[in-house]
């Protein structure tokens, strides 16, 4: 799970549990939204460490085009 996607959850887990007002039978949409922020932040909190440990390793996470070497340009 990527950071957007970690980023994504918490934003419907908080429009569930603070927005919406409507019930549905035999589900509790406030319980979903915490379920669904918690499930986030640990996925958030799992992407950083992974983002931080491979940038400790010396492992290239982005790069950037060599212009005048890019024989498609």
């Known amino acids: 799970m990527g950071m957007g996607?970690?980023?994504f959850l918490i934003a419907v887990g908080a429009i569930l549990k603070f927005a919406v007002?409507?019930?549905v039978s035999?589900?509790?949409l406030a319980a979903v939204g915490v379920i669904l922020m918690v499930v986030g932040v640990?996925?958030?909190v799992?992407?950083?460490i992974w983002l931080l440990q491979a940038?400790?390793?010396g492992v290239p996470v982005a790069r950037?085009?060599?212009v005048e070497r890019d024989p498609y340009l």
Do not use: M
């Open 5 to 7: 996607t970690s980023i």
């Open 21 to 23: 007002t409507a019930s």
């Open 26 to 28: 035999g589900i509790d």
């Open 42 to 44: 640990v996925g958030l």
């Open 46 to 48: 799992i992407s950083l």
């Open 55 to 57: 940038k400790r390793r």
């Open 64 to 66: 950037e085009r060599d």
